[in-house]
């Protein structure tokens, strides 16, 4: 695989820069990395399209209370993200400012993604921003959402950079870490570990190398970004997961040279619209499906009332729902044709017996594969 030739072209880039990169072992900001950062990140704008996900906001919240350890209370971490968002981004307003870019500031929720009128007017600006040749600086809204608060964080960057790429159909995502890339075991632990140059597949074999939460790859650590690649590889976007001791790595892994992992991107790319019912959409309730449905699925082939074996939760017609399979793992998200008081009467029915089991019918199918998007 020639990346030069892959990835020479590629005119729309998310960075995404985590906090063991930003920060001291202290937790405080690392002012001269900072510096370097924004430095690859200017050069790489004169090219490119460039959005920077960066994390941070509670270590410079450290620094402006001069504290040397992060409280525990999730409201005392909120109130340093408060802080330190202000001074993080008039660090980088004048940093970047130096290397003559003007940047935007965009704090998001996971609201900001389910909500489909927020979406599309937040992919308005960020195309209007790039059009720009603006530099968008996005971090999750630490001091709105919280830990503690359920249904509205995205969770991690990792994670918000994948929905960034997807909402703006970028060429390449570059997650900086504090490891090389991803190896076949964690090597803080095992000797004989193998760094992973490729992955053209991302199988269980990959799943099972990222090793647990809180393993040293990283904040969030490496299984969210596995969980980033899934997402923007079947956006048709590649993803490089390197080491942010060299931030010159920013660069290099745009112009295709050999550093960290690559992972490519899928060659049956999702639309826009079925990216943000897969992984931005609220669930307002579930559909449990048989086998045969699920093999249905799977073959491009919409959900049928007969197939459904058990609905949870109260939901419209026209609402966002989780697919799962007997056991309970997640298969797809969709549109539903049905509410769930009516869902209820007509599962395990056959098309034909759904006027009758309702006095009406809007669809034969409970959910259109139109609608349908595989996770």
């Known amino acids: 695989m020639d990346r030069k030739e892959l990835l020479g072209g590629v005119k729309r880039i998310v960075v995404k820069v985590g906090t063991s990169t930003l920060a001291n072992a202290d937790g405080s900001l690392n002012e001269d990395k900072i510096k370097q950062i924004v430095a690859n990140l200017s050069e790489l704008n004169e090219n490119a399209e460039v959005v920077f996900v960066t994390s941070g906001a509670v270590g410079a919240g450290m620094g402006q209370m001069k504290l040397a350890h992060k409280p525990k209370s999730i409201v005392e971490k909120q109130a340093l993200a408060a802080i330190g968002q202000v001074s993080l981004i008039h660090l980088y307003q004048i940093l970047f400012w130096a290397h003559g870019k003007t940047i935007a500031q965009l704090l998001l929720t996971k609201d900001d993604f389910s909500d489909r009128r927020r979406y599309l007017n937040m992919r308005s600006v960020l195309r209007s921003l790039l059009a720009k040749k603006i530099i968008p600086v996005i971090n999750e809204n630490d001091p709105v959402v919280g830990e503690g608060i359920r249904g509205v964080k995205v969770g991690d960057n990792d994670t918000l950079s994948a929905l960034v790429a997807g909402l703006i159909e970028a060429d390449l995502l570059v997650i900086l870490t504090d490891i090389d890339g991803l190896y076949d075991k964690n090597p803080s632990i095992f000797a004989d570990a193998k760094f992973i140059n490729l992955v053209e597949n991302l199988d269980d074999s990959i799943r099972a190398a990222a090793g647990a939460e809180g393993s040293k790859f990283g904040t969030g650590g490496m299984r969210t970004k596995i969980t980033a690649a899934q997402m923007t590889t079947k956006n048709g976007t590649h993803l490089i997961i390197a080491n942010g001791a060299d931030p010159r790595n920013i660069v290099r892994a745009a112009q295709g040279c050999e550093v960290g992992t690559l992972f490519l991107a899928g060659k049956n790319r999702i639309n826009s619209r079925k990216y943000w019912l897969a992984y931005s959409a609220a669930d307002k309730g579930s559909v449990a499906i048989d086998a045969g449905a699920a093999k249905a699925l799977k073959e491009g082939k919409s959900l049928l009332a007969v197939g459904v074996c058990e609905v949870t939760g109260e939901f419209e017609r026209g609402e966002t729902l989780a697919i799962k399979d007997a056991s309970g793992q997640l298969l797809a998200r969709g549109i539903t044709n049905y509410s769930s ?20 019918k809007y669809e034969d199918e409970a959910l259109h594969i139109d609608n349908i998007a595989l996770i």
């Not at 007509?346 to 098309?351: A, F, L, N, P, V």
Request: aromatic residues 4%.
């Open 341 to 360: 008081a009516e869902l209820a009467l007509i599962k395990g029915r056959k098309s034909e017996e759904i006027e009758a089991a309702l006095g009406y």
